[in-house]
């Protein structure tokens, strides 16, 4: 399995995000799940903003595009293509002013290519192109926007990932936001990390269960070939 890690908070040493991520996939290794990593930091490589001479070059057809158009587009391309080559996503970052870091939303217009990683179908419906992957958000928060919590109503960070990943074809992506990490007492932040800790447990052992249910169906398919 190819997994892309995709990280985005602005603290190295010092992120929850960045940890919980490393937690997560050292729970699938102790799972002996056999996988690489592609990963991506965001805040080192990352993508730029939305230009004239981009949205003009994505929604020109590929086969009408000039040589200027093509490199305005490359470096967006290359990275659909490690999107596409990935199996499974995971995305670790922190929630800044109740939404996404600036870094993550780049990623996200670098990455919505019509015809690329998604499609006009005939009807006129939008097929996305991620629907075979399994999807991971691990989110850090300071404040605590569970259900019943004042804060409940300021989340515009899950809304606009599941958007615009849905559009992609990302149905039922994973959600483990560990919160509060920063406007609450010591016991609270403490007791946070545990609970996002313990879900990703629970997720890294279903990804192992899928993963060896997927290696077996492999096995018997070569085995009936073979036969
Ligand atoms: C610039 C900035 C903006 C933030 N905005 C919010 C916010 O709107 N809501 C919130 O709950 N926490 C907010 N926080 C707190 C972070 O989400 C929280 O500390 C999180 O654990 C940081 O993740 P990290 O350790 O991976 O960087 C903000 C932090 C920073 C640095």
């Given at each position: 399995m190819k997994i892309m890690h995709v990280e985005a908070s602005?603290?190295?040493?010092?992120?929850n995000s960045r940890a919980l991520a490393r937690y997560f996939l050292e729970r699938l290794r102790e799972a002996r799940v056999d996988f690489d990593v592609d990963y991506l930091d965001l805040t080192v490589d990352t993508p730029p903003h939305v230009t004239e001479a981009f949205a003009i070059a994505t929604y020109t057809p590929a086969h009408e595009r000039t040589a200027a158009m093509r490199a305005t587009l490359a470096s967006s391309d290359a990275l659909c293509a490690r999107l596409l080559a990935a199996d499974a996503l995971v995305f670790a970052m922190p929630m800044y002013n109740w939404s996404m870091p600036s870094a993550f939303k780049a990623f996200i217009d670098s990455i919505?290519?019509?015809?690329?990683t998604y499609l006009h179908a005939e009807d006129g419906g939008i097929v996305g192109q991620l629907g075979r992957h399994k999807v991971l958000f691990i989110t850090s928060r300071g404040a605590d926007l569970r259900?019943?919590?004042?804060?409940?109503?300021?989340?515009?960070l899950t809304p606009a990932l599941k958007a615009a990943f849905g559009f992609l074809g990302v149905a039922g992506p994973t959600f483990v936001d560990a919160q509060?990490?920063?406007?609450?007492s010591p016991e609270a932040r403490a007791a946070a990390l545990e609970r996002a800790r313990g879900e990703l447990a629970t997720v890294a052992a279903r990804w192992a269960q899928g993963a060896r249910a997927a290696n077996h169906a492999t096995e018997a398919l070569c085995q009936a070939d073979a036969e």
């Open positions: 602005a603290k190295r040493e010092r992120s919505t290519r019509t015809g690329v259900a019943g919590s004042p804060y409940e109503s300021m989340d515009a509060p990490l920063q406007f609450a």
